[in-house]
Structures are given as structure tokens and as C-alpha cells.
């Protein structure tokens, strides 16, 4: 993340926010005077847009992935093993997340937001503040994402 600051005419003001909206991820902008009162300094936290072609579908993300209750009893076996369990990294958090994930796009269309939806979002934000990713994107969606690069390079 970062801000952006830009000197423009007032009549400029809509077109250059509408262009930087384009470009990036914005925020709310602010204007301030400038000393001349003649132009505009117009501020803005702004990120980069999310590249679509890296956030790959569920299907793509655990095409190659264990079943579910394979995952499900690694990560409890490496959880209940104490001296596992003082050294979790991040390949566990990855994966637990995952598997998380897996379980909430399983369940029921009719009931959207439940406990797997709560667990697998809060799992995904576990691994973005872990990776110090920014939070410019679903945390489920950034698991997906991790998860498929993690296992094409197994």
C-alpha cells in the first residue's frame, strides 16, 4: 500500500481520481489547497489491482489436493504431537486453511454463511498476517492462491 499525492488544476480533480480509481485499488480521496490556492493537492492510499489470472478457481487451486479427511487427520496428527506442535509453520497454517476452505465450498448452497465460512475466513487472515500480505483481497481467495503455488512446487 501506498499514497499517492497529485497537483492539478480543480477542474482536473474528477478526471485525474477517475484515472487513478482505474489504475488502482483507491481509497477515499482528499483534497487540500495548495499554498497559491491556484491548484489542488489531491491524496489517496492506493494499491496494486490484484492480477485476476493469479487467484486461481477452488477446481484449479485443489485439483491435486488429498481428500479432504486425509487433510483433515494430517493436520490433527501434527497438532496433537507436542513437539510438532511448539514448531508449527507455515506449511501447516497453509494447509489447515485449505482444508478449511474445502469444507465451507462443500457444505450446503442454501446455507452461505456459517461456522466453515467463519473458520476458513479467519484461517485465510491467520495466513495473510503471517505472510504480511496485504489485505487488498477475500483471504480465502489469497489461500487458494498460496495453496497452489505451495503445491505445484511439491
Known amino acids: 500500500m501506498f499514497e499517492i499525492r497529485v497537483i492539478c488544476a480543480p477542474a482536473d480533480m474528477a478526471r485525474v481520481s477517475t484515472a ?55 493436520t490433527v496428527r501434527i497438532a496433537q504431537d507436542p513437539e510438532s506442535y511448539a514448531d508449527l509453520d507455515r506449511e501447516y497454517f497453509l494447509r489447515k486453511a485449505a482444508v478449511l476452505d474445502r469444507i465451507a465450498l462443500s457444505n450446503d448452497p442454501e446455507i452461505p454463511y456459517g461456522s466453515d465460512t467463519e473458520a476458513a475466513t479467519t484461517a485465510g487472515l491467520f495466513l495473510m498476517d503471517m505472510d504480511a500480505a496485504n489485505g487488498g483481497c477475500d483471504p480465502r481467495v489469497y489461500v487458494r492462491q498460496q495453496y497452489a503455488q505451495w503445491a505445484k512446487n511439491q
Open 20 to 74: 487513478l480509481g482505474k489504475a488502482f485499488q483507491t481509497g477515499l480521496f482528499r483534497s487540500v489547497p495548495t499554498r497559491d490556492g491556484q491548484s489542488r493537492r489531491l491524496y489517496v492510499t492506493a494499491d496494486h489491482r490484484p492480477n485476476p489470472q493469479t487467484w486461481p478457481a477452488p477446481e484449479q487451486a485443489y485439483a491435486d489436493a488429498p481428500c479432504i479427511a486425509d487433510e483433515i487427520g494430517w
